[in-house]
């Protein structure tokens, strides 16, 4: 089906933002420490060394979830000059389904790869899961979670802070979202079947750097020496077979989805979506528009990387190459790796049963516990606000203040924006969050920001998964994980927790880390004791789980969804043709011959993307011809293509590459665009293109 993947060398007047010279997939890894060879995963596994797996009935789902091609801000480095101009890769929801038996209770896992899961989005797919399935999923049962990438249509917040930045709500990008994670956990219910499941814990050290060491070195002597490297190495999978066959694999590891810079406007799904693609599409050979289950489904999540970045020069863009897109794709392989050397090796059965304890709290008012403050006193969280240093943005990773006066912590704070806060903002606010220079107070502005967020503690056998809405850093994360073990009396090991799910309430660092003030610190919007107020919620969900009795969930704030002025960027009224021109024809011709590793480019006279996103289908397929009759080999969910929308009023022209992978075979080929206009009564008509044939030799 697919192959090895490269990149030609552009030219310099090249319209397509660059990428990597003609570097062959295997060439990149055989220079990859940590990746120990890339032989494709064998169908049928080796006997589970040291393994009881468990049996479980198990749903396995995918689902195109791809926002906004054309005009649509991304969600995560809150740059508004980052606007989408064309796709990479598409983004998808992958969900897992868990029940003891096939009329049990279950707990559904999504993993979709989109900058942020906001409670708009968990509210939306709850109303459409319980008006399709009843009261099967629900609120208590179902976890959401993003894998951040920064590269990927935003304006699905419903809270203007967060949709303010990518220039209002998009109503259709939500609707793509929402959909997408639908049609996952649709097709999930009807694959559920008996599997056996068991986890696995492995190491990889060289996907992620400590951004924050200034903060980190002021945690406890022996948490630092817990993460010597100042990272959080643990890459831990669940792994699922039936008949001895691996059919899917949730990963969890802990590095930020910003290996693409502020600078790239193709939606992507960045390095962890990379890394669930190369698995399931290059390796396993599958094909996502074939349509039915595949055979194999990987899911690359969150754990905790608030303070951990996966360029490793701690420079945006840079390590280990000065190139971004060359850097996604080595990070993107490194997790792959990691998850598949765990495969059949030193798995752990999860053993039965299914629960689950969930809770709304409101950040803003928690009275913390002295046993979870540390000093003997009891505190409380504070009124959202942000400080200074988060407009300076994370600047190893780049975006958010790459032109604006603010600085971290340890590179001087911000003295000038002291003194001029420490007039306007009122005192106790200062008091609360201090030693936080206070820039945006958005608590203090009705419904500027969402307050009461979802946790979830959820037992699956002996293993426990804890899920926040936030951003931890590792050793607030190590913390987290060792409240729920002592609670529950079960090792530190059994627990995963994970970030970026149903919600989002910016970062939670240690007390400790926030006295530094970097941009972590500056983003955790409600205080010095967010994390001992989250430790006490997951102390409390757990006391209730052990004990077996019932908590009080409370209940959501009010859905805001669609309340944010829609973006007046990307939505097409009416299409028209380049001029003299006909939908779908071809204006730039491609060459007639090309050798291995060149760069095809053709482009079309075409539509508006934003009309028909194409969900489970592809605006692009690069064909073969064989023996008279043409096959699909790629289309726009590979990495080898690229597809760029040159807008002007109504006229779009399409621009699509493709960069001929190292081992396509010598033969005729061609270019197809598909797409939907726009007439001027509104209907939708379709649109397709064709490229003359040219050879590959």
């Not at 980190?216 to 630092?224: N, S, W, Y």
């Amino acid at each position: 089906m697919t192959a090895d993947q490269t990149h030609g060398s552009p030219s310099t007047a090249d319209p397509i933002p660059a990428r990597p010279g003609a570097v062959s997939r295997r060439k990149v890894l055989g220079g990859a420490a940590a990746l120990g060879g890339v032989a494709a995963l064998q169908s049928v596994l080796p006997p589970l060394a040291n393994a009881q797996p468990t049996a479980m009935y198990v749903g396995r789902g995918i689902g195109d979830m791809t926002g906004e091609p054309l005009g649509a801000g991304f969600n995560g480095y809150a740059d508004t000059e980052q606007i989408s101009v064309g796709l990479h890769l598409r983004q998808r929801a992958r969900a897992f389904i868990f029940a003891d038996s096939s009329s049990s209770p279950r707990f559904l896992h999504v993993t979709a790869e989109i900058g942020l899961v906001f409670q708009s989005i968990q509210q939306e797919v709850l109303r459409r899961l319980a008006a399709e399935f009843g009261s099967i999923y629900h609120e208590g049962n179902v976890v959401i979670t993003a894998t951040h990438t920064h590269v990927a249509p935003g304006g699905t917040s419903g809270h203007p802070m967060v949709d303010l930045s990518m220039l209002g709500f998009r109503p259709v990008t939500f609707e793509a979202n929402c959909a997408g994670i639908v049609d996952a956990v649709r097709m999930a219910h009807h694959d559920l079947a008996p599997s056996t499941v068991g986890v696995s814990t492995g190491a990889l050290s060289d996907a992620g750097v400590n951004r924050s060491r200034g903060s980190f070195d002021r945690d406890t002597a022996e948490e630092r020496a817990h993460f010597p490297e100042g990272i959080d190495p643990r890459s831990q999978s669940l792994q699922i077979t039936r008949g001895g066959r691996l059919v899917g694999v949730l990963n969890w590891f802990a590095t930020h989805a910003t290996s693409m810079t502020s600078h790239s406007l193709l939606a992507s799904s960045d390095n962890k979506g990379y890394a669930a693609w190369h698995w399931e599409r290059e390796v396993a050979g599958q094909d996502y528009l074939a349509g039915g289950t595949p055979g194999l489904i990987t899911a690359f999540a969150q754990t905790n990387p608030g303070d951990i970045s996966p360029n490793l020069d701690l420079e945006p863009g840079q390590g280990p190459t000065a190139d971004e897109w060359l850097n996604t794709r080595i990070n993107g392989e490194r997790q792959y790796a990691a998850a598949r050397d765990q495969i059949g090796r030193g798995v752990r059965g999860l053993g039965s049963g299914i629960d689950v304890r969930h809770t709304w709290v409101d950040m803003s008012a928690v009275e913390v516990r002295p046993e979870f403050t540390g000093d003997g006193r009891t505190h409380r969280t504070a009124v959202a606000a942000l400080g200074a240093s988060f407009a300076s943005g994370s600047q190893e990773d780049g975006g958010g203040g790459d032109e604006l006066p603010f600085a971290e912590g340890d590179r001087g704070g911000n003295p000038a924006i002291k003194s001029i806060t420490d007039v306007v903002i009122p005192s106790w606010l200062r008091e609360a969050h201090a030693p936080k220079d206070v820039l945006l107070p958005m608590g203090l502005v009705p419904n500027a920001i969402q307050r009461v967020f979802p946790f979830h503690l959820v037992r699956l056998g002996g293993h426990h998964l804890f899920a926040l809405g936030f951003e931890p850093t590792i050793v607030a994360g190590l913390r987290l994980r060792r409240t729920v073990a002592a609670e529950l009396g079960v090792p530190e090991d059994h627990v995963t927790v994970q970030g970026y799910s149903n919600a989002y309430g910016h970062y939670v660092t240690t007390p400790e880390e926030y006295t530094a003030q970097n941009y972590e610190g500056g983003a955790t919007i409600f205080g010095p004791w967010t994390l001992p107020a989250i430790q006490q919620v997951a102390a409390d969900l757990a006391r209730s789980m052990r004990a077996g009795t019932p908590l009080d969930p409370g209940s959501p704030e009010r859905d805001l969804t669609g309340r944010v002025p829609t973006s007046p960027l990307g939505n097409p009224l009416v299409d028209t043709p380049a001029p003299l021109r006909n939908f779908g024809d071809v204006l730039d011709l491609p060459q007639t011959e090309y050798r291995i590793g060149q760069r095809v480019t053709v482009r079309f006279s075409g539509t508006h993307p934003n009309s028909d996103l194409r969900r489970g289908d592809t605006y692009l397929a690069v064909e073969r011809n064989d023996g008279g009759r043409w096959v699909r080999v790629h289309d726009d969910g590979d990495w080898s293509t690229m597809i760029v929308f040159e807008g002007l009023l109504t006229v779009t022209n399409a621009l699509i590459t493709w960069d001929i992978p190292h081992d396509t075979p010598g033969g005729e080929y061609r270019i197809v665009y598909t797409a939907s206009g726009r007439g001027i009564d509104g209907r939708l008509f379709p649109v397709r293109g064709e490229s003359q044939a040219f050879h590959v030799r």
